[in-house]
């Protein structure tokens, strides 16, 4: 007998026959969870995801690019890493070199550009597949046109957020589409720029991934602003 | 500097020194201080996160029900886990002991010829002591996690299995850095100090073959990892080098993905007092062709070291409900008062007190049992309802009880002495007849000068017991 075969044959005599009632979570959820309007859910998501040192904007599909123009600038940011292949991407892509922003992409494996990555890009910026209003989360679901690296590697990650897809909780989200039926290779909850408190208790941000994270709000419904 | 950082060969102790350890934090008023500062913050920080007690009695609840229905179907769901994982291109290995665990893992360094392995923080990496054995194999193994990476900078261990580096004060972090990080001036500024950190680890992602990660829930369903973490620096190690290993033990498994969001919510609200952490990484396979980035490959490790022994007990087994928030040490007046490093094990605290038997054996661990004032703090704020205190009398009895055949626990009867056992029994048959009673209490009120003046522990700081020279009973009469 190999180990695997060992360690069942140690677990299965004592795995109880009389079936354990299941934990009925949608029932916790329904009876703890109230259902939100979109004006609450979406304040809800920027006092939680503001409360953990995150910016957010309020933006319009007119008025993003601006922006997200200003964000950089603000910071003295020059050049910024998009998906290309992506609707977002391809707007920054036409609309912010003439505004004098510097647009890579992420066209070639990270292996033939890692330290370029680790050591010249100073920000990037993605879309949010969703996100969750209870704890100020953001949902990414990385892929081959925007892969995995780009919400961790830059010092300031900026994310394109449509607010008419905020969900109440991480139970409804994963729920409602369903991700049991299929993950992605890796699937994200980002709730804030990465932070620290190892040393004496004292909360730090950018420990090893951005130091900042901006928050672009789309169609953010009114009374919300 | 990587090569600095693995030479050190501090190996977990025997619990047997626990006592003179734990009288060396005692007696340095600045470590309890600092322990007794930590451990309110943490308390203050999980109360405030939990204002409606029906919301948290009714989660804690919750809790419990997914930990015991997974528990209860355990062996399917590895099958199942491993089934899915395979599926998705995730390699998944077995091991028994963590010997057979460090083989594996070093065995995978091997074939991709690996210098350098870049861990996020991982306890179980700590429970079968993997950086010695890479060590050993001429790897460096190097902590990535901010207080695990201070902790095997100073050649020491985790104290603390959510807070690593909860015993270091930011002055002496900054003589470490300034002392042992190449081109690092002294500075007690925290922000510096993990930008001093960042920039050196940034690098290591960079260089390393292989990235290792715990795993904090398994999902079978879907055959996904779930790691919570808040630095980024798990993101990294699963991400960036070309070779993932995951290694976890064999009961952080969930059948399906919706127990993920309440144990989620459980464990992040209980460890540190935070509503959500800032990173959830769901990883449900290598790069697939087309990606850009991510491992070529993902390897699970399912280790037993002991687990299985806890699972063959109905008792016991609630000893693998644990989500492993540390809640249970932050609110324990012993580990307050004498820190993770007295406990000598891998796990410290109440947890440790329960979990650790199992791996190691009763005949290392006996003494651990009685570690506790049994005041049941643990037990009441545990995110799942693990009875720790209920279980810490279960274990002094396999402890201190005669050896018998067919223990339930490897190193039943360890602490077994059969002095102190017929004196109880002794006890026990005087109190069972109330002749007997009265005839012994007369003698001893009577022959009370006898009494020893040097009684063992109670003596080395208090006054002997002696018994009365006039019974309870003779007074009363006395006075009519």
């Not at chain 1, 890692?114 to 010249?120: D, S």
């Not at chain 1, 969750?132 to 919400?151: H, K």
């Not at chain 2, 009875?387 to 002094?396: A, G, K, Q, S």
Request: glycine share 8%.
């Amino acid at each position: 007998m190999n180990a695997r075969d060992r360690i069942l044959a140690k677990l299965r005599p004592f795995s109880p026959s009389t079936a354990t009632t299941a934990p009925d979570v949608a029932a916790w959820f329904a009876a703890h969870r109230p259902v939100e309007s979109p004006a609450e859910k979406a304040r809800r998501f920027r006092h939680f995801i503001e409360l953990a040192h995150a910016e957010v904007h309020a933006v319009t599909a007119d008025n993003w690019l601006k922006t997200l123009c200003a964000v950089l600038r603000a910071r003295g940011i020059e050049q910024l890493l998009v998906a290309e292949g992506t609707p977002h991407g391809e707007q920054v892509l036409d609309g912010l070199p003439p505004q004098g922003i510097e647009c890579a992409t992420y066209d070639m494996a990270i292996e033939a550009w890692k330290t370029e990555m680790f050591t010249a890009t100073p920000a990037s910026l993605t879309a949010a597949r969703a996100a969750i209003a209870e704890t100020g989360t953001l949902i990414l679901w990385p892929d081959a046109l925007e892969p995995r690296l780009m919400s961790l590697v830059p010092p300031l990650h900026i994310v394109l957020l449509d607010a008419t897809k905020l969900y109440n909780t991480f139970y409804e989200a994963m729920t409602a589409e369903g991700w049991k039926d299929g993950l992605p290779t890796n699937s994200l909850l980002i709730s804030g720029p990465s932070k620290t408190a190892d040393i004496q208790q004292t909360l730090a941000y950018g420990a090893h991934g951005p130091k900042e994270l901006v928050v672009l709000m789309l169609n953010v419904p009114e009374g919300a602003q | 500097m990587s090569d600095q950082i693995t030479e050190h060969r501090l190996h977990f102790k025997p619990a047997e020194g626990f006592r003179s350890r734990a009288k060396a934090v005692v007696d340095t008023p600045f470590l309890r201080q600092s322990f007794r500062g930590a451990m309110d913050f943490l308390m203050s920080k999980r109360a405030a996160q939990f204002p409606d007690p029906e919301e948290l009695e009714s989660l804690r609840t919750l809790g419990e029900q997914i930990r015991q229905y997974n528990l209860a179907r355990l062996p399917d769901l590895l099958e199942q886990l491993e089934a899915n994982l395979t599926r998705n291109g995730v390699r998944v290995h077995w091991a028994e002991t963590p010997d057979e665990a460090n083989a594996i893992i070093l065995g995978i360094c091997q074939q991709w010829n690996a210098k350098l392995m870049v861990k996020g923080k991982s306890m179980v990496s700590e429970e079968i002591e993997l950086n010695h054995a890479a060590e050993a194999a001429g790897i460096s193994a190097l902590e990535s996690d901010m207080g695990e990476y201070i902790v095997q900078l100073a050649g020491e261990k985790p104290s603390h299995i959510i807070m690593p580096a909860i015993h270091k004060t930011k002055e002496e972090i900054a003589r470490l850095f300034a002392e042992k990080v190449p081109g690092v001036d002294y500075t007690d500024n925290v922000d510096a100090l993990i930008q001093i950190g960042r920039t050196v680890l940034r690098q290591k992602f960079m260089e390393a073959e292989v990235g290792l990660s715990g795993v904090n829930f398994a999902v079978a369903e879907t055959g996904t990892l779930c790691l919570v973490e808040n630095e980024g620096n798990g993101r990294m190690c699963t991400t960036v080098p070309p070779v993932h290993i995951a290694i976890t033990g064999i009961e952080k498994i969930v059948e399906k993905l919706d127990h993920v969001p309440p144990l989620y919510s459980l464990l992040t609200r209980s460890a540190t007092g935070q509503n959500i952490s800032t990173y959830f990484n769901m990883i449900s396979g290598p790069r697939k062709p087309g990606e850009k980035d991510g491992p070529e490959e993902v390897h699970l490790v399912l280790l037993d070291n002991g687990r299985s022994q806890a699972y063959a007990d109905e008792q016991l087994r609630k000893t693998l409900q644990c989500i492993r928030c540390g809640a249970c040490m932050n609110h324990c007046p012993v580990y307050t008062r004498i820190g993770g490093h007295a406990y000598g094990t891998t796990y410290p605290g109440p947890i440790g007190k329960i979990v650790s038997p199992h791996m190691l054996g009763l005949d290392a661990t006996a003494g651990l049992t009685t570690a506790s004032s049994l005041c049941g703090a643990c037990g009441e704020v545990c995110p799942v309802k693990i009875p720790i205190p209920e279980l810490l009398m279960r274990l002094r009895e396999e402890a201190f009880s005669a050896p018998h055949p067919n223990p339930a626990m490897r190193g039943q009867g360890a602490g077994y002495s059969p002095l102190v056992s017929a004196i109880w029994r002794g006890w026990a048959f005087v109190y069972r007849s109330p002749a007997m009673y009265r005839a012994v209490s007369w003698l001893t009120s009577r022959f009370n000068w006898l009494t020893p003046s040097r009684q063992g522990a109670w003596t080395s700081v208090r006054e002997p017991l002696k018994p009365a020279a006039k019974r309870l009973r003779d007074r009363v009469r006395e006075r009519g």
